[in-house]
């Protein structure tokens, strides 16, 4: 049991490494300055659109160690466990959006990009701790 939640605690911690990571890479493709992208946009990114996300994949990742017997999810598990974090996420993002008048619409597609990076983080973080660490 203890093994499944460190190895869940793995999962969250790569993932959001790789997010972060990776945010910083699409952050610098898309301006100019490699520092800024990297220490403010990405994880401005991350922590201000991913939130709610965050907090519901830790969540998710915590009842699967503890429901399965010691099993966890499972990369599949895992997986879709991001990918309904992401889709809380955006649901949570546009609801603002839209409570804000609606001109802050640009808002959701910003959520959207912060939600494909962590997906795309958590997937390489399932991989990379199933390597690291076997349950």
Do not use: C, K
């Not at 996420?89 to 802050?104: R, T």
């Amino acid at each position: 049991m203890a093994r499944v939640l460190l190895h869940q605690l793995l999962v969250l911690a790569f993932a959001i490494v790789i997010a972060l990571l990776l945010g910083g890479l699409v952050q610098w493709a898309l301006s100019s300055d490699f520092a800024d992208a990297f220490l403010v946009q990405s994880p401005q990114l991350q922590f201000t659109f991913m939130d709610v996300g965050l907090i519901v994949f830790a969540v998710l990742l915590l009842i699967g160690g503890l429901r399965r017997r010691g099993l966890g999810w499972g990369t599949v598990g895992t997986v879709l466990a991001a990918l309904l974090a992401a889709v809380v996420n955006l649901i949570v993002v546009a609801i603002i959006a839209i409570a804000g008048g609606g001109a802050d619409i640009f808002y959701i597609a910003i959520g959207l990009e912060a939600g494909a990076i962590f997906v795309l983080g958590a997937v390489l973080a399932t991989l990379i701790a199933r390597r690291i660490l076997p349950v």
